[in-house]
């Protein structure tokens, strides 16, 4: 017999509702049992956030930083605007209706500003202005925070200078909350050294040094969220190897509200499933280790 020839199978939300209920001993009946089970879905991401990395949501992000700014969104803020070309980099704006103020950390292009996360809320068609510059321009739309707050934490960056084969990336260290809030020369300018991830609704990175110039670039790896499930046509933001984790963890939270006598056997299912995939989702990288000298005794 021939095999099929095709590597495409993948499940719709419909399907994994379907699969997970009929794991529970049950058949979905109603429009409420799929809005039921797309909400447990959406939690069982959430939790999956919390047990560790999802590589497949790993993206690789980039920001022009400001001379004098040391503190940016944890993604691009970016501010569509009438027109950007009289405003200058690390200057303050503020909004003549609505009050809110923020820094540009960048002119994207000439009707596009990107910007630290505001104090306040930028509104449409409202006059912004320039602290230094005296420049005025309209807002074209409202600020989307989404892009940020998708952010779940950043693993590692670098910053990055020049271009090209003069392209120079050097890393920097993460610090904790205890050891930032200690730094006792947070004004003072150089090359940023070190990073914190402060873990907000709106995450935001702050750096130290505070950069001392508009040369450098600051690039990250971040982890983000795992794109919500909003209707049941929708496929799921995971790859093939999570297929059965996924079919395991809907039917144990089903379970919890639906079938209690079989919940005790899915968890333990689901636990099983998640732990031989995230075995697999991981760095294959190979390791090597050296012993230190510190630690010898030679005899004689």
């Given at each position: 017999?021939?095999?099929?020839?095709?590597?495409?199978?993948?499940?719709?939300?419909?399907?994994?509702?379907?699969?997970?209920?009929?794991?529970?001993?049950?058949?979905?009946?109603?429009?409420?049992?799929?809005?039921?089970?797309?909400r447990s879905l959406n939690l069982l991401f959430a939790d999956w956030a919390?047990?560790?990395?999802?590589?497949?949501?790993?993206?690789?992000?980039?920001?022009?930083?400001?001379?004098?700014?040391?503190?940016?969104?944890?993604?691009?803020?970016?501010?569509?605007?009438?027109?950007?070309?009289?405003?200058?980099?690390?200057?303050?704006?503020?909004?003549?209706?609505?009050?809110?103020?923020?820094?540009?950390?960048?002119?994207?292009?000439?009707?596009?500003?990107?910007?630290?996360?505001?104090?306040?809320?930028?509104?449409?068609?409202?006059?912004?202005?320039?602290?230094?510059?005296?420049?005025?321009?309209?807002?074209?739309?409202?600020?989307?925070?989404?892009?940020?707050?998708?952010?779940?934490?950043?693993?590692?960056?670098?910053?990055?200078?020049?271009?090209?084969?003069?392209?120079?990336?050097?890393?920097?260290?993460?610090?904790?909350?205890?050891?930032y809030i200690n730094i006792a020369t947070k004004n003072s300018t150089s090359?940023?050294?070190?990073?914190?991830?402060?873990?907000?609704?709106?995450?935001?990175?702050?750096?130290?040094?505070?950069?001392?110039?508009?040369?450098?670039?600051?690039?990250?790896?971040?982890?983000?969220?795992?794109?919500?499930?909003?209707?049941?046509?929708?496929?799921?933001?995971?790859?093939?190897?999570?297929?059965?984790?996924?079919?395991?963890?809907?039917?144990?939270?089903?379970?919890?509200?639906?079938?209690?006598?079989?919940?005790?056997?899915?968890?333990?299912?689901?636990?099983?499933?998640?732990?031989?995939?995230?075995?697999?989702?991981?760095?294959?990288?190979?390791?090597?280790?050296?012993?230190?000298?510190?630690?010898?005794?030679?005899?004689?």
């Open positions: 017999m021939a095999v099929s020839g095709s590597s495409d199978f993948e499940l719709d939300v419909a399907e994994y509702v379907e699969e997970a209920f009929e794991r529970c001993g049950l058949e979905v009946r109603t429009g409420y049992d799929l809005t039921s089970a797309r919390n047990r560790g990395l999802n590589r497949w949501t790993i993206e690789q992000a980039t920001l022009p930083l400001a001379s004098g700014i040391a503190i940016y969104p944890a993604g691009t803020l970016t501010m569509t605007v009438a027109a950007s070309g009289s405003f200058s980099v690390a200057e303050t704006i503020t909004g003549g209706t609505s009050g809110a103020t923020a820094s540009i950390t960048s002119i994207r292009s000439s009707t596009a500003i990107d910007i630290t996360t505001p104090e306040g809320t930028f509104v449409a068609t409202e006059t912004v202005t320039g602290g230094t510059s005296g420049a005025t321009t309209t807002v074209s739309a409202a600020i989307s925070l989404t892009p940020i707050q998708s952010t779940i934490d950043v693993l590692s960056a670098v910053i990055r200078t020049g271009t090209g084969s003069g392209q120079t990336d050097v890393a920097i260290s993460r610090i904790s909350r205890d050891a090359r940023p050294t070190q990073f914190y991830v402060d873990r907000l609704i709106t995450p935001s990175i702050k750096l130290w040094p505070t950069p001392d110039n508009n040369t450098y670039t600051l690039v990250y790896d971040k982890l983000t969220r795992i794109d919500d499930v909003d209707n049941p046509q929708n496929t799921v933001d995971v790859p093939f190897r999570f297929y059965p984790c996924l079919s395991a963890g809907l039917a144990y939270y089903i379970s919890l509200k639906r079938a209690p006598q079989r919940t005790q056997i899915l968890k333990a299912v689901y636990e099983e499933e998640f732990e031989r995939a995230a075995a697999e989702d991981r760095d294959r990288a190979s390791l090597s280790l050296t012993p230190s000298r510190d630690y010898y005794t030679f005899i004689r």
